[in-house]
């Protein structure tokens, strides 16, 4: 049986304190932290690389999510997976060689996911997806936080999960992008099992915040 994974974002957190929030959240039950590397390339926004992710994996032993959101993601696999990365999820729309991206995560010895724009079709994942460990399908346009949901990407992720279960296989699906504790049911009966969260979760009452989160997650079953 697929695990129910929350994992809040950090680029929502304070990062005056970031290790208080990050405690915040680990302690009340989160078991992956999402970290979303941009280059000002692939998206608009620039956020933060290496020195912030090797900072923090001195503060947890929580599965660190990065999420690679640059052009040429090849070019810092390695270096990401040194620096404390337990898993690295690419774009497909970033990389003109996504297999061999993904063999290269996997020869670091982390999981390897595909993340997926909105608007590009899941035929971008025929040829992958016996070889990945998580698919990310983003549920708003990638590069800043605090948009809304884009309701089509229910169909989306539930046609990822049908195709996925006729294969055989049990990947993880992860969804990013306006979630909040209203839709958790949603997506979860579409297939989603990894809900990644921000602004939902870092804020006041970051532990509150969680626990609610991880509440209708472990009360779910798929």
Do not use: W
């Amino acid at each position: 049986m697929r695990k129910n994974i929350l994992a809040p974002s950090i680029l929502s957190a304070d990062f005056c304190h970031l290790e208080q929030d990050i405690a915040q959240t680990v302690d009340a039950g989160a078991q992956y932290l999402h970290i979303d590397v941009m280059d000002g390339m692939f998206v608009p926004s620039i956020s933060f690389g290496m020195p912030v992710i090797e900072s923090i994996r001195k503060c947890t032993d929580c599965f660190f999510d990065v999420h690679l959101m640059v052009e040429q993601p090849e070019r810092y696999i390695e270096r990401f997976a040194q620096c404390g990365a337990d898993g690295i999820t690419v774009h497909a729309e970033a990389t003109k060689h996504l297999h061999r991206a993904i063999q290269q995560i996997h020869a670091c010895g982390v999981k390897a996911g595909v993340a997926l724009n909105p608007a590009t079709p899941l035929s971008a994942l025929d040829h992958v997806l016996e070889d990945v460990d998580m698919i990310l399908i983003m549920t708003v346009n990638p590069g800043f936080g605090g948009q809304k949901y884009i309701p089509q990407m229910t169909e989306k992720i539930r046609t990822l999960r049908q195709r996925l279960t006729q294969m055989g296989l049990e990947t993880d699906i992860q969804v990013d992008g306006g979630i909040k504790t209203d839709m958790v049911r949603s997506v979860l009966e579409a297939g989603a099992n990894i809900c990644v969260a921000g602004s939902a979760v870092f804020g006041e009452d970051i532990t509150g915040r969680t626990k609610a989160f991880m509440e209708i997650l472990k009360e779910y079953r798929q």
